[in-house]
């Protein structure tokens, strides 16, 4: 079992097995603020912080017997001492994370992460309900916001969903472009219909782009950057002289909307065909607006 879901069992063991979803989210995020590795990683959502990755992780454990579900509620069914199976900080960590915050109900645990960390109530939808209007302000003010039109870039190689997205979200992005040639992916949430999901579920209009992707049997034989120096040689000969339409849809995209990105697999950026065709973009004419790599 994966040690992540072993630190949602374990949590659940120390408040006798039942938890509202709520409070198992809230306290969560409260244990990952204090991890010094991160399991799991968290978005500003409809209330508050919430990970993608947690909901997925309990679904699959009920669908494994090990949880059991109720419209509020999330129960751990087996016997097995999870807590013991922690890490000692982990344990520590879990067992002082129950003295501070386990007699808060989940308004209260709302309220607190709220005030704690406004940016994760930026996309609330019931912010006025639960903080006075001086801390409403501060949440308001968390909030990323920018009229400079930029194109942005993105991998999501090495990083959990929630990071992305966060990403995303700072940087104030409105659209994100995919420009896979096939969008799929095994790791969880980047696959096209889940990332399209996930992105209009926290405000981000969600695009693809496959003309503008290069085929997967031409990215079988890259060991060293020379190679891949040499397929964007043949892509920009090729791919970015025949998809000038998409570059101009794009344009459009930024022209409408200020801030978009280009998204593909890769962390590194020099391994990526997204820079050259970010550059193909920023180069049309009369187009004036800078490139980041985030």
Do not use: W
């Not at 013991?84 to 900080?89: H, P």
């Not at 420009?179 to 579920?201: H, M, T």
């Not at 000969?237 to 849809?249: A, G, I, M």
């Amino acid at each position: 079992m994966f040690y992540r879901r072993k630190l949602v069992l374990a949590l659940l063991q120390l408040f006798e097995g039942n938890l509202e979803r709520t409070r198992l989210h809230k306290l969560l995020f409260l244990v990952s603020q204090q991890q010094v590795k991160k399991e799991y990683d968290f978005i500003p959502y409809k209330f508050g912080c919430f990970s993608f990755s947690v909901q997925a992780d309990m679904e699959t454990m009920v669908r494994k017997g090990i949880m059991a579900e109720e419209e509020t509620a999330i129960m751990k069914v087996d016997r097995v001492d999870y807590i013991k199976q922690l890490r000692d900080a982990d344990q520590k960590l879990l067992l002082n994370i129950k003295a501070l915050y386990g007699k808060m109900g989940h308004k209260s645990l709302t309220k607190h992460t709220y005030i704690n960390f406004p940016y994760y109530a930026i996309n609330s939808e019931i912010l006025t309900d639960i903080l006075p209007v001086e801390d409403v302000s501060r949440v308001h003010e968390a909030r990323p916001a920018s009229d400079a039109t930029i194109l942005f870039t993105i991998g999501y190689e090495g990083i959990s969903l929630e990071e992305y997205l966060n990403r995303l979200i700072r940087h104030d992005v409105k659209v994100l472009v995919d420009v896979r040639k096939n969008p799929l992916s095994q790791k969880f949430g980047f696959s096209k219909a889940q990332l399209r999901k996930y992105c209009e579920n926290v405000g981000i209009h969600y695009v693809h782009f496959p003309e503008v992707g290069i085929d997967s049997s031409q990215r079988q034989e890259l060991n060293s950057q020379a190679d891949y120096d040499k397929l964007f040689s043949i892509y920009k000969s090729k791919n970015l002289s025949s998809t000038v339409s998409v570059q101009e849809n794009i344009v459009d995209l930024l022209s409408k909307y200020k801030r978009v990105a280009l998204t593909c697999f890769e962390a590194n950026i020099c391994q990526c065909h997204r820079m050259h065709l970010a550059e193909a973009v920023a180069g049309r004419p009369k187009s004036s607006f800078p490139i980041n790599h985030i």
